[in-house]
């Protein structure tokens, strides 16, 4: 089991960037396909962005949620076992609860605390 802490998140004026940051303990996130999910106020937890890595037969890919393509960007740094995510051009219905996740096989088993990302006007 991996754990997740997520770190980043604060006030931002729209147009704005922040960028969240996942550190790992326990296992390596190099083992993982890693994300980022987010919940707003009274609307269901829905995915952001995912990083799936090489298993040395296909390449590692990211992916992403329509609405923040262009906008935000999944990194990792396996050196200190940390994922990122780079948030641009942030608009106010970005403005949600964000976590960290890490999973394989299509199961997202080990989840963040979440921080909280507020966009304003």
């Known amino acids: 089991q991996v754990q997740l802490v997520e770190s980043g998140g604060g006030l931002v004026q729209a147009g704005g960037s922040l960028r969240l940051s996942c550190a790992a303990s326990g296992r390596t996130v190099s083992s993982y396909t890693m994300g980022w999910f987010r919940q707003a106020p009274g609307k269901e937890r829905e995915f952001v962005a995912g990083s799936r890595m090489s298993d040395g037969t296909t390449d590692g890919f990211t992916y992403y949620q329509d609405s923040v393509k262009g906008r935000f960007t999944i990194s990792r740094d396996n050196a200190k076992n940390t994922v990122y995510l780079q948030m641009n051009s942030l608009k106010l219905e970005d403005t949600a609860v964000y976590y960290c996740?890490?999973?394989?096989?299509?199961?997202?088993?080990?989840w963040g605390q979440g921080t909280q990302v507020t966009v304003s006007s």
């Open positions: 996740a890490s999973g394989s096989g299509g199961t997202w088993s080990s």
